[in-house]
């Protein structure tokens, strides 16, 4: 069975200043997705950026940038610029590849509050 | 394209009613995952339906039941409600042969 930890419940950066969330996941799966998931206040969780586990290549999305270390299933958010918009839960997820069903594990997530 | 929708998007119920949510995918999306969010146990999959056939079901007891019709739109139903079902359930779709799952706002349920 696939976990996924994180182990930062909640974090705190200043605006304009770099943040990193961390997650590990445990897995026999060679081929699967990993990503990161941003829940504002009240409001839709939407997709923050991707990472297929057959790139070597850290996926990066504007100011968002992942740091994925296949061996020792690693797979850390860097948030570059924060912004007052930025302030949610963010949780990581975990889905197999090619498999039968498209479930997503999740982290417990790291609520991120940005100050202005 | 209009996103997921859910109604309602608030339910009150009480112990030993039942209830139904409804979840509306992206217009082309036929697989629909249901989770349940709650501060304690935190996202956790209950179903996923695809071609209006169940695929994956997660740890829940029979109470908690699913389906999805043929214009891809999905019902979840719990049955016998208990405290412990109050929460935020989740509905998501995604496209055939693309990974990334859309949600919608959510249904939050509260049992009194």
């Known amino acids: 069975a696939q976990t996924v930890t994180q182990s930062q419940p909640e974090m705190s950066v200043q605006e304009a200043e770099t943040v990193t969330l961390s997650c590990t996941y445990d897995?026999?799966?060679?081929?699967?997705?990993l990503f990161w998931y941003k829940q504002p206040p009240s409001r839709q969780m939407i997709l923050v950026i991707r990472?297929?586990?057959?790139?070597?290549q850290n996926a990066t999305e504007n100011r968002f940038s992942v740091n994925f270390q296949k061996a020792a299933k690693s797979f850390s958010l860097k948030i570059s610029d924060s912004q007052l918009g930025d302030t949610a839960m963010y949780f990581c997820?975990?889905?197999?590849?090619?498999?039968?069903?498209?479930?997503?594990?999740f982290g417990t997530g790291t609520l991120l509050a940005v100050q202005p | 394209k209009a996103g997921v929708t859910q109604t309602p998007r608030y339910l009150i119920k009480t112990r030993g009613q039942q209830v139904t949510l409804s979840c509306s995918p992206i217009?082309?999306?036929?697989?629909v995952s249901w989770y349940q969010q709650t501060p304690g146990q935190g996202l956790q999959f209950l179903f996923e339906?695809?071609?209006?056939?169940?695929?994956n079901k997660g740890n829940f007891p029979g109470r908690f039941s699913g389906r999805q019709f043929s214009n891809s739109r999905s019902e979840m139903n719990v049955s016998t409600l208990e405290l412990g079902d109050s929460a935020l359930y989740l509905c998501?779709?995604?496209?055939?042969?693309?990974?990334?799952?859309?949600f919608g706002p959510g249904t939050r349920l509260t049992v009194l």
């Open positions: 897995t026999s799966e060679n081929n699967y997705y």
């Open positions: 339906y695809f071609s209006e056939t169940q695929r």
């Open positions: 998501a779709s995604q496209a055939n042969g693309y990974n990334e799952q859309f």
């Open positions: 217009s082309g999306h036929r697989s």
């Open positions: 997820a975990f889905m197999k590849q090619g498999g039968a069903t498209n479930k997503l594990i």
């Open positions: 990472q297929e586990a057959y790139k070597q």
